[in-house]
Every structure is written in structure tokens, then in C-alpha cells.
């Protein structure tokens, strides 16, 4: 599978979602922003080759932009 990142957003709420149970914590993204000190925590991607992604599967990053 292949990704292209279109946009970086400042702050996506996603990252505060419980994926089992959909309850949201405002403490996630504060926690990301004062240990990462970063405030991008998202991104928005095209798909450009489709493919399979397991858990497990190595992921690389590679950046394009000179």
C-alpha cells in the first residue's frame, strides 16, 4: 500500500476518540502536544497503490519534497 500526505492538520479531534468505545478525552491530544511538543498529531492522505496493512507490518516514510 501506498500513501501520499495532501495536508497537515494543526488538530485533528480523532486522537481523542476511544476506538472501542467512541468516548472522547480531551486529555490525549494534551498529553501528545506537552510529551511530543508538536501540534500536529494528523494527517490527511491520498491513496496512491491500494494494499493490505496488518498490524505488525513495517510502515517507512519517505519524503519526497526537496
Known sequence: AVASVTCRDLRCVM???DPDTAE???R?????VGLMRIMRACM???V?????IQV???VHLIRDDP
Open 56 to 58: 505488525g507490518d513495517a
Open 28 to 32: 490525549v491530544m494534551k498529553a501528545v
Open 15 to 17: 486522537i481523542n476518540v
Open 44 to 46: 490527511y492522505a491520498t
Open 24 to 26: 472522547k478525552d480531551a
Open 48 to 52: 496512491v497503490q491500494s494494499g493490505r
